[in-house]
């Protein structure tokens, strides 16, 4: 795309160059984004009334905007603008001298800063004078300072003005936002041709003087509405309005042919940006900072925060597994963090690999402007959560943001990408097996994914995984567990009628864990199993992690490329996380025993003919345990069979062998050879 040439006039090009001479940053700069928001916000009040009856968003806070370098707070230096402003209404100068000496009170900051500390001073007269005229006909204290301050008693004479200056401001607010666009772009990590730089800085320039300029003519014509509203000078407001819309004509202008060269600089650097952050992860590293710092440190040199808020570099993350927790602003819901602090930071593991990885949130948001809600949420994650995150999310180059939606595919739904101590992509998404196994999966690679499951079987000890601390010392302890579902209460009252039969004869643990379908029927539930004793009970969000594993191991087997037909955990994951959301009449149970792959899962009619049958199996119990009892129970063939088998001595097992065929216990002879 070739570059646009602009031309100014030879006043224009003097008065830049006046401009210039003032313009001597110091690295002074604070959080541009939240403070224009800020700003329109405030502005949006002084039209809700006149434009429509709409409320406008609750505003954003000057305390939210981050500064570095300021040597005092950013509410006193526009303060200090606006009385300066006001200052020079009174004195005699020409409009340019009055801009210049506005120029040189900013003269430390940045140009998007420049503009947009004048245009907040500028919004504070405006507003003050709009809230007098909104109250001076209700409240005394108004009209008493409307007197002091020499305003007009009747201000309908004044809204054609009042709405020329709104469509200025937006003039300006247009201009600002794409300064602030062309601040924040990489520039010094791309190579653009010299013109392209140079005439979009020229481009600014000229903008910044007539952003300012209108600035201080609105602060002019708002302090001189009691001269315009005397009869000697009745085309007072007249040439006032056509003052304004001569400013918004060209301050528009301004912002049209911005728009159009910065948009054309984002092109080529996000096409240049785009191609060096695919190339980084084709090549090796020494470390991650590189890659840390290309995908988060082009605008921020600090781009991490912790829960105290603290702000950090990336080199906190030096030599370490990262796990980029990419998702919403919202997060995740209140059961998956629990789930997720409870898989990471509290898992026993965490503390014995010493820091060896760390979780970095980072949100990505699906518009480009952050809401102010989004923004307090944010906040209070942020500080609460034990993991690092995003400074300034909102300031995410939009390079990152691409790469993050295209390369890692994210679309709402949270993922994590893992980043090795050398910078390169092991994981594209790590979640479920975090989910699934916590820190025992570090360094959460997708090879490690597949170990894991290689030593993985169906035992109660993979279903269940440390939820609940009483079910964990049943698994160690090798008793049979018995968890079951439904969300019939009648069935679930039948069901543990029986099951206190066969527990007065044997050890058995009955735990309800729910439905997959969380709800008020559920809480319901759970509160009767509760209050009349009937069996243990995980809590509600227990259940919500019980079943989100489920979700994870299916998620996470499938995404291996397993087939339910081919693989016994899929298939039991994603038959029992059927049942759990379809089951309404009756329920479901599973039986298992530690580590053991002697599992067993009834359902329906079934399940409740083989409860009713125990007296006539009650005697197999001792014999060949409880689980494959009721599997003698189930089969036809109740009588043993004489297959015979040799195993080796001290294979696991040995102690007690159950036929493969009548289910019946093997009776044990020892061969010498």
């Not at 370098?69 to 209404?89: A, D, F």
């Not at 001073?121 to 007197?147: D, G, H, M, R, Y």
């Not at 041709?193 to 003519?217: E, G, P």
């Not at 559920?522 to 995980?538: A, F, G, T, Y």
Request: hydrophobic letters at 40%; aromatic letters at 10%.
């Amino acid at each position: 795309m070739a570059t646009q040439q602009f031309s100014f006039s030879l006043e224009e090009e003097v008065l830049i160059e006046k401009i210039l001479l003032t313009h001597d940053p110091d690295g002074r700069h604070f959080d541009c984004k939240l403070l224009l928001g800020a700003v329109e916000t405030i502005m949006n009040y002084t039209t809700a009334s006149q434009v429509s009856d709409n409320k406008p968003d609750a505003h954003y806070t000057i305390s939210c905007s981050e500064a570095d370098g300021l040597e005092e707070p950013l509410g006193h230096t526009i303060y200090k603008i606006s009385r300066e402003m006001l200052h020079k209404c009174y004195e005699e100068g020409n409009v340019f001298s009055r801009t210049l000496d506005i120029f040189d009170l900013v003269r430390k900051y940045r140009w998007d800063a420049k503009l947009l500390l004048v245009l907040s001073a500028f919004t504070i007269i405006f507003c003050e004078v709009w809230i007098i005229k909104q109250s001076q006909n209700t409240s005394p204290l108004a009209a008493e300072i409307a007197l002091l301050k020499q305003l007009p008693k009747h201000f309908n004479h004044f809204r054609p003005l009042f709405k020329a200056v709104n469509l200025l401001f937006e003039a300006m607010v247009q201009v600002i936002t794409k300064v602030i666009k062309f601040e924040d772009l990489p520039i010094r990590h791309v190579e653009l041709d010299d013109n392209t730089i140079t005439a979009t800085k020229s481009l600014i320039h000229a903008a910044a003087h007539w952003v300012v300029r209108s600035s201080v003519t609105c602060t002019s014509q708002i302090i001189n509405l009691r001269v315009m509203e005397d009869s000697k000078y009745p085309f007072s407001v007249s040439s006032a309005l056509w003052e304004l819309s001569s400013l918004q004509c060209r301050v528009s202008s301004f912002g049209t042919q911005l728009g159009s060269q910065v948009d054309a600089c984002q092109q080529k650097i996000e096409w240049q940006m785009h191609q060096k952050i695919l190339n980084i992860f084709k090549e090796t590293h020494e470390g991650n900072q590189e890659v840390l710092q290309m995908l988060f440190a082009l605008r921020n040199e600090l781009p991490l925060t912790d829960s105290t808020s603290h702000k950090m570099s990336t080199s906190a993350l030096e030599k370490k597994v990262v796990l980029f927790l990419i998702s919403e602003p919202e997060l995740l819901l209140t059961d998956e963090l629990l789930l997720l602090l409870q898989q990471t930071y509290d898992h026993p593991l965490h503390n014995k690999l010493d820091g060896s990885y760390e979780i970095v949130w980072v949100p990505v948001n699906s518009s480009e402007k952050w809401t102010d809600d989004e923004v307090i949420i944010f906040n209070y994650l942020q500080s609460t959560l034990p993991w690092y995150s995003i400074r300034q999310p909102w300031s995410l180059s939009s390079t990152t943001i691409k790469h993050i939606r295209q390369e890692w595919e994210f679309n709402g739904k949270p993922l994590m990408v893992v980043l090795d101590p050398l910078g390169a992509i092991t994981n594209v998404n790590a979640i479920d097996m975090v989910w699934i196994w916590g820190a025992k999966a570090y360094p959460f690679s997708t090879s490690r994914e597949q170990e894991l499951w290689e030593e993985e079987k169906w035992t109660l000890r993979l279903v269940i995984n440390e939820l609940n601390p009483l079910l964990t010392m049943w698994v160690e302890e090798e008793r049979v567990v018995c968890i079951y579902g439904s969300n019939n209460l009648d069935w679930i009252k039948e069901f543990n009628t029986m099951m206190k039969e066969i527990r007065s004869a044997t050890q058995v643990e009955v735990v309800y864990v729910g439905n997959k379908k969380l709800g008020d029927q559920l809480s319901n539930i759970v509160h009767e199993i509760d209050k009349q004793k009937l069996s243990n009970c995980l809590s509600y969000t227990m259940m919500r992690l019980f079943w989100l594993r489920l979700e994870s191991m299916r998620r996470s087997k499938l995404g291996l490329g397993k087939r339910p037909d081919a693989d016994l955990i899929l298939k039991e994951a994603a038959a029992l996380l059927v049942t759990g959301e379809y089951e309404e009449e009756s329920g479901w149970m599973i039986l298992g025993q530690g580590s053991s792959t002697n599992m067993l899962k009834l359902q329906g009619n079934e399940l409740m003919k083989c409860l009713n049958l125990f007296p006539m199996w009650q005697n197999l119990v001792p014999k060949m345990g409880f689980l494959d009892a009721i599997r003698v129970s189930l089969d036809r063939q109740v009588r043993p069979c004489y297959q015979s088998r040799i195993i080796k001595y001290g294979e696991p097992g040995a102690d007690r062998v159950v036929c493969e065929q009548c289910k019946w216990p093997v009776e044990k002879y020892i061969i010498y050879e």
